[in-house]
């Protein structure tokens, strides 16, 4: 028997190029994804992937799986929602990405609440470094801080958020004042790798008339963003941290905002949702409660 979850699994299945990239896409291991394939196989009784140097190439089974299964996973989740709407229970199956640091912070706590009120609804929450690009085919709403990406998804704007150049008193005290950003080319920073983005290159604005853009020269780099927040509170660097990331360090004085009239591009928190489901009950209930979540704005309220 094919299973719902089978359907979405198969969906990232088709649609990559190797088997470790549909594991990244799914946020697991290689042999986690092959096992998951075989039991597939197994079940429906036929081979649906055929792997040589080239990459994955799809039988004539697999490709019946890949073009029916997202029509019949459609069709599930739409007749679960009309039964839903009869019983005024919010049912199915919700399916929620984010980043790894606010998803922590901020997601993980309201699907635990959205749970706990909601007990026919299962819930996924996947953390990835990049949501959109990693998990979007199978999740019906994702979270999403930064440059928006090409999508033909629905956009709804969740909360404000500004980026702040930043560092550790200790680093400034010891490594001399930085008057414009210019001088940030001579000066030790750290870079976080995330959304596809040139981490290399700070743009920062002073008006609407005058900005800069400055190509810099990371010492340090990570795909984490606790970990450059960690170094920049350990005095290695400057930093460009998002607003809800750094306002208590801010706050507390562990860390120091560095030209404060020359602003980095705001990166707003946002809600990605899927042009199909992004108005089903479950995803529209989620969504109200996300909204609550964050009015008022958390990182300004502490202010």
Same mark, same amino acid.
């Given at each position: 028997?094919?299973?719902h979850?089978d359907?979405?699994?198969?969906?990232?299945?088709?649609t990559?190029?190797?088997?470790?990239?549909a594991?990244?896409?799914?946020n697991?291991?290689?042999?986690?994804v092959?096992?998951?394939l075989?039991?597939?196989?197994?079940?429906?009784?036929?081979? @649906?992937?055929?792997?040589?140097?080239?990459?994955?190439?799809?039988?004539?089974?697999?490709?019946?799986?890949?073009?029916?299964?997202?029509?019949?996973?459609h069709?599930?989740?739409?007749l679960a929602?009309?039964?839903s709407?009869?019983?005024?229970?919010?049912?199915g199956?919700?399916?929620?990405?984010?980043?790894?640091?606010f998803?922590?912070?901020y997601v993980?706590?309201v699907?635990?609440?959205?749970a706990?009120?909601h007990?026919?609804?299962?819930?996924?929450?996947d953390?990835?470094?990049?949501?959109v690009r990693?998990v979007?085919?199978?999740?019906d709403?994702i979270?999403?801080?930064?440059?928006?990406?090409e999508?033909?998804?629905?956009?709804?704007?969740l909360?404000p958020?500004?980026?702040?150049?930043?560092?550790?008193?200790?680093y400034?005290?010891?490594?001399?004042?930085?008057?414009?950003?210019?001088?940030l080319?001579?000066?030790?920073?750290?870079a976080?790798r !995330?959304?596809?983005?040139d981490?290399?290159?700070?743009?920062?604005?002073k008006? !609407?008339?005058?900005?800069?853009?400055?190509?810099?020269?990371?010492?340090?780099?990570?795909n984490?963003g !606790?970990?450059?927040?960690?170094?920049?509170?350990?005095?290695?660097?400057v930093?460009?941290?998002?607003?809800?990331?750094v306002?208590?360090?801010l706050?507390a004085?562990n860390?120091?905002?560095? @030209?404060p009239e020359?602003r980095?591009?705001?990166?707003?928190?946002v809600? @990605?949702l899927?042009?199909?489901?992004?108005?089903?009950?479950?995803?529209?209930?989620?969504?109200q409660?996300?909204?609550?979540?964050?009015s008022?704005?958390?990182?300004?309220? @502490?202010k």
């Open positions: 028997m094919v299973t979850e359907l979405l699994f198969f969906q990232v299945l088709s990559s190029t190797s088997l470790a990239e594991a990244r896409r799914l697991v291991t290689p042999p986690a092959t096992q998951r075989r039991a597939l196989e197994t079940r429906v009784g036929v081979k @649906l992937v055929d792997r040589n140097p080239r990459g994955l190439r799809l039988t004539d089974e697999g490709e019946l799986i890949a073009t029916e299964g997202v029509n019949i996973a069709a599930l989740e739409d929602e009309r039964l709407k009869r019983t005024e229970q919010v049912r199956n919700l399916r929620v990405a984010a980043p790894y640091g998803g922590r912070r993980a706590s699907m635990q609440s959205f706990a009120t007990p026919f609804v299962t819930v996924k929450l953390l990835s470094e990049n949501p990693q979007a085919e199978t999740c709403l979270v999403h801080i930064g440059a928006l990406p999508s033909d998804r629905l956009v709804t704007t909360a958020n500004r980026r702040i150049l930043c560092a550790a008193p200790a400034l005290d010891a490594n001399g004042p930085i008057r414009h950003p210019q001088d080319s001579a000066h030790k920073c750290l976080l !995330e959304n596809s983005e981490v290399t290159l700070w743009r920062f604005a008006n !609407e008339n005058e900005s800069v853009t400055v190509r810099i020269k990371p010492v340090m780099s990570s984490d !606790e970990i450059i927040r960690q170094w920049a509170l350990a005095g290695m660097g930093m460009v941290r998002s607003e809800w990331d306002v208590e360090d706050e004085g860390l120091q905002e560095v @030209l020359w980095p591009p705001s990166a707003d928190v809600a @990605l899927h042009a199909r489901h992004g108005r089903s009950g479950r995803t529209s209930a989620f969504l409660c996300l909204r609550e979540s964050l008022p704005v958390p990182w300004r309220a @502490l």
